[in-house]
């Protein structure tokens, strides 16, 4: 009898295993394919990985501008995706050690939770059942195959075949503008590939604020990229995609064709049913602790659909350990990060302007271009960025900060902080940037607003 069955071995699962056992819980993590879920094995991981090599690439080819010419640049696929394994595999190791040392037992096999025998949660995997006081789900999410005629030929991908390609595509057409289709365009347009972005809205990047999606739109259309907006697949033919734009068809060539129309959670298929687990909108509902409406049953991550990111799954998941253990935790979705690893990068979090009026704040926005702060100009010789923040204009409060440009992903924990702890423009203010840095830019931008 375990003290707690955790289903699904992603960012919530294994995190939350090491949580329950540096605890001193008895822990049993089941795990139907490798340590670590999407996000180390197809998704987050890989794809920044082999991004990283495109960026190298593609200032190797564009470098003259720093002082340094490379005159036979030449990028290796094979070496890449090698390189990208390697680091996977090593990733799993370092996950498997860390469950080791906290007492975590690890079970590799398809979960099927079974009706409760004897107050107990039982699951099942192959010809052995494991039963438990407790029961955490973090099955995860799928990327979403959409029914479109055609589609289902093998040069039509997902994330999961498109990290593993052995050749780079003549023609690339990506179905969908968000966060993994932005990304994979870009890795392969930075590597000879001619993309085109097929996006049934009017605008990328879902819904990170206007101004900043118009600006990375523009920027990879540097880059080759094309886009058609407000357009529909309509089919896949031979070796072929056929769109509607304007009432007019058309039709595209392309030798891959990348599904990245969003995902969905995975709530079907391992007994959630046998408990009686609400689901509501094809997600498991959760309140603020990762409960459900099951006592001593919690979910966390992509399966309760609240906000399908990695470092979201991996709070969800140290909440509800927390609530096992009788601490007071809750979670928190209002300052929660989000990044899209294009070239340039795009990093937000909290409301945007027309999001703050929703919410029914009376808020101003102030703006300043990247191109303003030295450590910028020194290593960005040319493409567009801006930083904006997002104010409460009765209290001073920072209500959300929006940036594209430069590694701002490497900042955007730091404004999360200001949002999380409430600070004022004021505050703001006080806090010492070390100079020179990018970083810099999110002060000077409050300095501005006033």
Known sequence: MYDLIIVGA?????????????????????????????????????SKTILHSSKL??????SQAYGVTVSEAVFNLSVVMARKEKLIESLRKGI??????NRVTVETGEGKILPKQNDAFVVQVADKKIEGKRL???????????????????????????????????????????????????????????????EM???????????????????????????RLMAKVTGVGDRSVTIVQDGKTEVLGADIVLMSVGRRP????????????????????????????????WAAGDVNGMS??????????????SDMLGKKDRMRYNAIPGVIYTHPEVAVVGATLEEAAKLGYDATCAKLPLSFNGRYLAENEAGRGICKVVIDKQYGTVLGIHMIGGACSEMIFGAATMIENELRVSDV??????HPTVSEIIKDTVWHSS
């Open 10 to 46: 992603g960012p919530a699962g294994y995190l939350a295993a090491e949580r329950a056992g540096a605890a001193g819980l008895s822990t049993m993590l089941i795990e139907k394919s490798n340590l670590g879920g999407v996000c180390l094995n197809e998704g987050c991981v890989p």
């Open 57 to 62: 690439y593609n200032q190797a080819m564009n």
């Open 96 to 101: 498997a050690a860390t469950l080791k040392k």
């Open 136 to 198: 955490l789900i973090c099955t995860g999410s799928e990327a979403i195959r959409p029914p479109i005629p055609g589609a289902d030929q093998k040069f039509v991908f997902t994330n999961r075949e498109m990290l593993s390609v052995d050749f780079i595509p003549d023609r690339l057409v990506v179905v969908g503008g968000g966060v993994i289709g932005l990304e994979m365009a870009t890795f392969f347009a930075e590597v000879g590939s001619k993309v085109t972005i097929v």
């Open 201 to 227: 809205l009017s605008s990328i990047g879902g819904p990170i604020d206007s101004e900043i999606s118009g600006i990375l739109q523009k920027e990879l259309e540097k880059k080759g990229i094309v886009f």
């Open 266 to 297: 995975v709530i079907k298929g391992f007994g959630i049913e046998n408990i009686n687990v609400y689901c509501e909108k094809g997600s498991i509902k959760t309140d603020e602790h990762g409960r459900t409406n099951i006592p001593n049953v």
């Open 308 to 321: 399908m990111l990695a470092h979201t799954a991996y709070r969800e998941g140290e909440v509800c350990i």
């Open 429 to 434: 203010k006080e806090i010492v940037f070390p």
